[in-house]
């Protein structure tokens, strides 16, 4: 197996802990599955990701919540974002991109560079968590605001 390929096993590996995956706790200590557990695994999203520099990847998982009605302003993300919905409900929309609605339990993914000109709790009296996971290449913050004034024609 390639360094490459062992790095993005580990960050595979890591994400799945972190999300409380089928790795992170499907069996009890003794090895028997809990009566409670409906599915051991199931692949939550398969997304192409873009050409990156193996040399220098990092991944970066981020909780976010969203309290009822609360949203982000517009911002962009310098790497591939792949979302898990843990909580309620979340609206998006990337510019030039219809609004999407995910809940909770439904995968999404951002490719780099994106406007994210919707990033907001679906719900007025619910709130949202979601898990962002950054697949970069290179070191930059995870998100950078995008100015009202550089959207021109956002829908």
């Not at 990092?58 to 962009?76: D, F, I, L, N, Q």
């Not at 290449?137 to 950078?144: I, K, L, N, R």
Request: proline share 9%.
């Amino acid at each position: 197996m390639t360094p490459y390929r062992i790095r993005i096993s580990i960050a595979v590996v890591l994400w799945t802990a972190a999300l409380g995956g089928p790795l992170a706790g499907s069996r009890a200590p003794n090895g028997t599955t809990h009566p409670e557990t409906k599915e051991r695994a199931r692949v939550a999203l398969t997304q192409v990701l873009p050409k990156l520099d193996g040399t220098h990847l990092k991944a970066t998982v981020v909780e976010v919540h969203y309290g009822p009605g609360e949203s982000s302003p517009p911002h962009s993300h310098p790497c591939a974002v792949i979302g898990y919905v843990v909580e309620g409900a979340l609206r998006t929309q990337v510019k030039g991109e219809p609004q999407a609605t995910y809940k909770a339990g439904e995968s999404f993914y951002e490719a780099p560079q994106g406007v994210h000109i919707v990033s907001a709790n679906a719900s007025q009296t619910e709130a949202a968590t979601f898990i962002a996971y950054f697949v970069c290449d290179h070191d930059q913050p995870p998100s950078t605001d995008v100015p009202e004034a550089k959207l021109g024609g956002t829908k």
